[in-house]
């Protein structure tokens, strides 16, 4: 079973993903989580995407697609998993959709995680005084918000089309909004 999980910067996708990918015991896919290793190794792709993830900005496609591709490629990715964090432009949805294609697979679920604003703020805000991530700065967290609205609001659309999006109210609890997701899901 594939599952993607879409949502604004502090929604829970990671949260939620992590909780979904232990009950159903597939991989999950977090792209922000790969960035994160890769920086703190100092790989080249560590490096590549640091200026732009510690500014709230969106890692260049031309850094992203290869990452992608080489996680779906995984063979425990073979027959599900949990994908959280992208994608997030049309160029990572397009590589998504032509991936599935060629597998003759598709995603059987996509969640919308909707959570107010304000409350994202306030999450971001807590989350920054908890883990001290260095893209949780509140001119950082500003500009993560309005790339979400700018690149990948969007893509909710391109899913929509196809009728398989879920909204999932993600204002309540943790344990609440997971099961939730379980009904929606079915398991
Ligand atoms: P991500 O790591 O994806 O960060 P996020 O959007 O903030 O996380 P998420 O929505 O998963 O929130 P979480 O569950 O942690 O991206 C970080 C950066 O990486 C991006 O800005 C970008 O630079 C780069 N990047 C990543 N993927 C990319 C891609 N595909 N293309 C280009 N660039 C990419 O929850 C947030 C907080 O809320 C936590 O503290 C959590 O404890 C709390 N929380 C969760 N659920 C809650 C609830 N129900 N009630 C109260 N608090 C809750």
Do not use: W
Request: aromatic share 4%.
């Amino acid at each position: 079973m594939f599952i993607l999980i879409l949502g604004a910067p502090g929604s829970g996708k990671g949260t939620q993903g992590q909780i979904l990918a232990q009950r159903l015991e597939i991989p999950k896919i977090t792209t922000g989580d790969l960035l994160r290793e890769a920086m703190k190794a100092g790989t080249p792709l560590g490096k590549d995407a640091k200026s732009y993830y510690d500014a709230g900005k969106l890692v260049p496609d031309a850094v992203i697609l290869g990452l992608i591709k080489d996680q779906l490629a995984r063979p425990e990715a073979a027959n599900g998993a949990v994908l959280d964090g992208f994608p997030r432009t049309a160029a990572q949805a397009e590589l998504v959709d032509r991936t599935f294609a060629e597998r003759g697979q598709r995603l059987n679920h996509i969640l919308l995680l909707d959570v107010t604003e304000e409350e994202l703020i306030t999450r971001l805000q807590g989350r920054a005084l908890q883990e001290g991530r260095t893209d949780d700065t509140p001119e950082t967290i500003a500009t993560r918000l309005a790339v979400y609205q700018r690149d990948t609001a969007p893509l909710i659309a391109h899913y929509a089309q196809r009728g398989n999006v879920r909204r999932v109210p993600g204002s309540g609890s943790v344990e609440e909004i997971a099961e939730e997701i379980k009904r929606i899901i079915g398991r």
